[in-house]
């Protein structure tokens, strides 16, 4: 199910990405940090008390505003995270009270009627909080009061984005038949030629009644007699719309559609190659427990000789080394070949992630995994897994109840996810090792008695 979207927007230095950094650091991280892309992040899965939400920093996320403080781009970001996300949080610095742009973001949020909560941030000290009366003529209720830099009053306004997301729903009937495809990837690498491509494969059958989606902006296809949906392909084919140059591509929608969805097609372009931004829209599909599949387009551009999939596995193992298990097609929209691929290979990847590892086989495969190769003691003391379970959610997950949680090593538990995967697959995915104390299980066991 999608993960609600939480959008922190303000003027540059407010302390956007110090927030958003808290607030992604109360979470247990349970996927291994990908190395080198957690620098810059500017979007997360965050945790508190056992509900998951994504949090997006607006400032920089997208490519063409990035370097812009401008109030033009500010007022685009605000627009677009008014567009996309479920709680918006107006942040803003209370030493220097209320500035217009302030003022200006306040507006635009105020006539949106989103859940908004304003945060008056580096309230460090008592003698600064009384500067937040001011913050008060905007219109919202009660600012939160915070120092992000010192982690204060976070916890609390933690609770507050608790109570403002929506209330979860269960998953409408059509969501949980069909099979959600987000096409991802940076402008001009062809994502619509290529969503135009798959619409017209023959094997390809568009609903001729839309509006059956719950989602307007989505189109429902059946492929080779399976129900599919492209998610978000309005998003797609808004291009250069007059409204605002700056709104033409937004990250913050891809990712509002890649929450929902399984499986995440990231388009890349042959002649360019990867760029940081691909990767990093790999790493939060992972983080967010999507399938990933890799396509790479506009083959017709580059020499024959490196046109094939097995090339361009090669060429991107180093940059994806964290996703060395996403498949990767070749294509060109402009030709169609390879177009075949793309369905089939997504179809696979949403196939694995409901495979089941049944506990006998897990606890085998793990046990001889220690055998072969056993963890290495730390500080006197080894990591010992007494039982581990599939746990059942959307992307595969295993759960190990071990003597101590701290005792796994990053690249012991590496090893150990090669050995679930050699076992299992579970090709396109990302595969969760989630640590729960014995401890945990006994008064588990001893409360279902
Ligand atoms: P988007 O911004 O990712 O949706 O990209 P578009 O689908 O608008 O494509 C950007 C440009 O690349 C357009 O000029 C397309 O005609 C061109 N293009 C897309 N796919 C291919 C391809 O496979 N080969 C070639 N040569 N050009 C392509």
Redesign the pocket.
């Known amino acids: 199910m999608a993960r609600p979207i939480v959008a922190i927007v303000g003027r540059p230095n407010v302390g956007k990405s110090t927030l958003f950094n808290r607030m992604i650091g109360q979470r247990k991280a349970i996927v291994d940090p990908v190395p080198g892309l957690t620098r810059d992040r500017l979007y997360g899965v965050a945790d508190w008390r056992g509900r998951e939400f994504t949090v997006v920093d607006t400032a920089g996320l997208d490519l063409d505003t990035a370097q812009d403080s401008s109030r033009a781009a500010i007022e685009a970001q605000t627009r677009i995270a008014i567009d996309q996300a479920d709680v918006i949080l107006l942040l803003l610095d209370v030493r220097q009270g209320l500035t217009p742009i302030d003022r200006d973001i306040g507006q635009l949020l105020r006539k949106s009627r989103r859940s908004v909560i304003v945060v008056a941030n580096k309230a460090d000290s008592p003698t600064e909080r009384h500067l937040a009366h001011e913050v008060l003529e905007l219109g919202f209720e009660e600012p939160s009061l915070i120092s992000a830099q010192h982690g204060l009053g976070v916890g609390e306004l933690l609770d507050r984005v608790l109570e403002a997301l929506p209330v979860p729903e269960a998953a409408a009937a059509s969501e949980e038949a069909a099979d959600r495809l987000a096409i991802m ?13 798959l619409l017209g494969d023959e094997r390809a059958l568009v609903s001729p009644t839309p509006g059956t989606t719950r989602d307007p902006i989505d189109t429902e296809l059946m492929f080779d007699g399976v129900p599919v949906v492209l998610v978000d392909t309005a998003g ?2 808004r ?1 250069s719309s007059s409204r605002d140059r700056l709104e033409r ?1 937004s990250l913050l929608r891809g990712i509002h559609a890649m929450e929902r969805s399984d499986v995440v097609l990231l ?1 890349i ?1 042959a002649p360019t190659g990867v760029l940081a931004q691909d990767q990093h829209v790999a790493g939060y599909a992972l983080e967010a427990g999507k399938g990933l599949v890799i396509v790479v ?5 580059v020499e024959p000789a490196t046109r094939k999939p097995a090339y361009w596995r090669m060429a991107l193992a180093g940059d994806f080394k964290f996703a060395s298990f996403a498949p990767v097609v070749t ?5 169609k070949e390879g177009i075949g691929s793309i369905m089939p290979a997504a179809l696979e990847v949403v196939g694995q992630r409901r495979i089941k590892m049944p506990p006998n086989e897990l606890n085998r495969v793990l046990r001889e995994a220690f055998l072969e190769h056993p963890p290495p003691s730390f500080k006197g003391r080894r990591l010992k897994v007494t039982y581990a379970t599939q746990s059942s959610d959307e992307s595969p997950t295993v759960v190990l109840f071990v003597n101590d949680t701290g005792l796994l090593h990053f690249s012991y538990r590496r090893y150990l996810e090669k050995k679930v995967r050699e076992r299992f697959g579970l090709s396109g995915n990302p595969l969760k090792l989630v640590l729960r104390s014995e401890e945990s299980r006994r008064s588990r066991a001893r409360a279902a008695k």
Do not use: H, Q
């Not at 990837?185 to 491509?197: E, Y």
């Not at 387009?297 to 551009?301: F, V």
């Not at 294509?331 to 030709?335: D, I, P, Q, R, Y």
């Open positions: 990837g940076r402008p001009n690498v062809g994502k619509s030629s290529l969503l135009n491509a797609i084919r291009k591509y388009v372009e387009n506009k083959i017709d551009l294509v060109s929209a402009k030709t």
